[in-house]
């Protein structure tokens, strides 16, 4: 029994030992972890940026979702995660039936705990001014389909106007994640961005799915199908973006679908069903509704934070 007990004792300090050998940046990594269960290891200065610009769409969310299913924002909620950026513009509780209002909440709750993981790994910026009244949502639907419609898009109205306008957020967010992936270099990073892709991606999956119920639906009263508004709007980003196809909507030829299989579209991806990337720069382009990084507007009246947007803004 003494042998045993010495035994253990002498692998345990040995284990120990061979701890204190090992690099700090290595040892940290291994035995460290923050709240959210991701490694706490050193996030390089070269990923900082990268994971820095999503705030802007993160914000964007969790204030659209927050307000829509529960009539208030960030302020009430955890006015930290603000780090004192200015109240949005426009913001309404949006008349959702009950099971729409269920899964609006959870996206919302979901954007706050995504906000906490980005902060808690890198410094962050505060909350850019964000125009999320109805006005702003209907000048995208009238770029969508090239003219205006009467009367103007209202995403607050009910719940399947409401779901065509959340088709505008997650999406873009999912193809920034994966156009990040490769480009970063720390183990912290790439284990933060692959956490928040799968979710957003659930988020998106959630909402074509909602949609494609409804895709030969008309939406009342423009007697317009669900499909066809989420084409036009899938357009209009692949146009803004200019970087080719990169968006689809629910409903594609058939040479477009999985496998040149089928038409129906619930997942969007390219050839081999893979999700499509984005660079900063496209994404910018396409929240901004101007088809040019540079000049701010949209859902961000005086541009996005962070050293990337700003980048783009200081000759302004």
Request: charged share 20%; glycine share 10%; net charge neutral.
């Amino acid at each position: 029994m003494a042998h045993f007990a010495y035994t253990t004792t002498t692998a345990i300090l040995a284990f120990l030992f061979s701890l204190l050998l090992l690099p700090h940046s290595y040892s940290a990594e291994l035995i460290s972890s923050n709240d959210y269960g991701l490694e706490s290891s050193p996030v390089p200065q070269s990923d900082v940026d990268l994971l820095e610009f999503p705030l802007n769409l993160e914000y964007l969310e969790a204030e659209f979702f927050l307000y829509g299913a529960l009539g208030f924002g960030l302020d009430k909620v955890n006015a930290s995660l603000t780090m004192g950026g200015p109240t949005p513009i426009g913001t309404k509780k949006a008349k959702l039936d009950p099971f729409t209002r269920d899964v609006i909440t959870q996206f919302a709750w979901q954007e706050v705990g995504h906000l906490r993981a980005i902060q808690k790994t890198v410094k962050g910026f505060p909350r850019p001014l964000l125009d999320l009244s109805a006005k702003s949502f209907a000048k995208v639907f009238d770029l969508a389909f090239g003219r205006p419609l009467h009367p103007p898009f209202d995403p607050y109205a009910n719940s399947l106007n409401y779901l065509l306008a959340s088709y505008l957020i997650p999406y873009v967010g999912l193809t920034g994640y994966v156009g990040a992936n490769p480009k970063l270099q720390g183990s912290t990073s790439k284990r933060l961005v692959a956490g928040l892709l799968g979710v957003e991606s659930g988020q998106d999956a959630v909402i074509r799915t909602l949609l494609y119920k409804h895709a030969l639906e008309k939406v009342k009263p423009y007697g317009i199908t669900v499909a066809e508004f989420t084409d036009r709007l899938s357009n209009l980003r692949n146009k803004l973006g200019q970087a080719g196809l990169k968006d689809e909507g629910l409903v594609v030829p058939r040479f477009e679908g999985a496998e040149g299989k089928i038409n129906g579209n619930i997942l969007a991806g390219d050839a081999y069903s893979i999700s499509y990337d984005r660079t900063p720069e496209e994404i910018l382009r396409i929240v901004y509704g101007s088809g040019d990084e540079h000049v701010p507007g949209g859902f961000y009246p005086k541009g996005a934070d962070g050293r990337i947007a700003k980048s783009y803004l200081q000759n302004e």
